[in-house]
T-cell receptor, first 117, second 112 residues
Framework: GPKVLQIPSHQIIDMGQMVTLNCDPV?????FYWYKQILGQQMEFLVN????????KSKLFKDQFSVERPDGSYFTLKIQPTALEDSAVYFC???????????????FGPGTRLTVL | GDSVTQMQGQVTLSEDDFLFINCTYS??????LFWYVQYPGEGPQLLLK?????NKGISRGFEATYDKRTTSFHLQKASVQESDSAVYYC???????????FGKGTHLHVLP
């Protein structure tokens, strides 16, 4: 089936540094998402991106977070600067657009494990 | 606001046992309801999806029925296998939002 790829699979950085997480979504998908999952806990929605714009974001999507997808390349999540509480697994997802993004099946990548020291 | 409730954090069964995972939701809109399954080291993947139009979803022996009266979307399987061990998420979509809402997840552990 359709695959979402995430690069890298693991990232270890020092607190205060910048990190960029990369996502290669399913090729004909139009909606893109980032989720955060702290080990053993719930999947938390961060942000939804469509047509070059953030459509919706949660309280977890702090000012230090940003997303973009320049020229149809990777969909990226940038954190600058990072904090200890940003340590988690970040999942990217993509979906086709239906009437509303919330109706479509989302395809998830395998996640990027981010460790902030 | 919109919400999803999964009370069972962990369920332990033996092979061939009956599975029932409870899920209730709250929304003022016409929901689309999903069950996603997450295996260790992977992202969630769709197990089944139900809209108000079709009421019941069936996939890989799992089934879930959308009950508007009780606002429930419970997941069932007649006979679980060890390979069903995973985390199961009840997910609410189709609301007046561009996102979906994940329940807290139920960790299913099936003993051989």
């Amino acid at each position: 089936g359709p695959k979402v790829l995430q690069i890298p699979s693991h990232q270890i950085i020092d607190m205060g540094q910048m990190v960029t997480l990369n996502c290669d979504p399913v090729s004909n998908h139009l909606y893109f998402y980032w989720y955060k999952q702290i080990l053993g806990q719930q999947m938390e929605f961060l942000v939804n991106f469509y047509n070059g714009k953030v459509m919706e974001k949660s309280k977890l999507f702090k000012d230090q977070f940003s997303v973009e997808r320049p020229d149809g390349s990777y969909f990226t999540l940038k954190i600058q600067p990072t904090a200890l509480e940003d340590s988690a697994v970040y999942f990217c997802a993509s979906s086709l657009a239906l009437r509303l993004g919330g109706e479509a099946e989302q395809f998830f990548g395998p996640g990027t494990r981010l460790t902030v020291l | 606001g919109d919400s999803v409730t999964q009370m069972q954090g962990q369920v332990t069964l033996s092979e061939d046992d009956f599975l029932f995972i409870n899920c209730t939701y709250s929304t003022t809109w016409y929901p689309t309801l999903f069950w996603y399954v997450q295996y260790p080291g992977e992202g969630p993947q769709l197990l089944l999806k139900v809209t108000t139009a079709n009421n019941k979803g069936i996939s890989r022996g799992f089934e879930a029925t959308y009950d508007k009266r009780t606002t429930s979307f419970h997941l069932q399987k007649a006979s679980v296998q060890e390979s069903d061990s995973a985390v199961y998420y009840c997910v609410l979509g189709g609301t007046n939002a561009y996102k979906v809402i994940f329940g807290k997840g139920t960790h299913l552990h099936v003993l051989p």
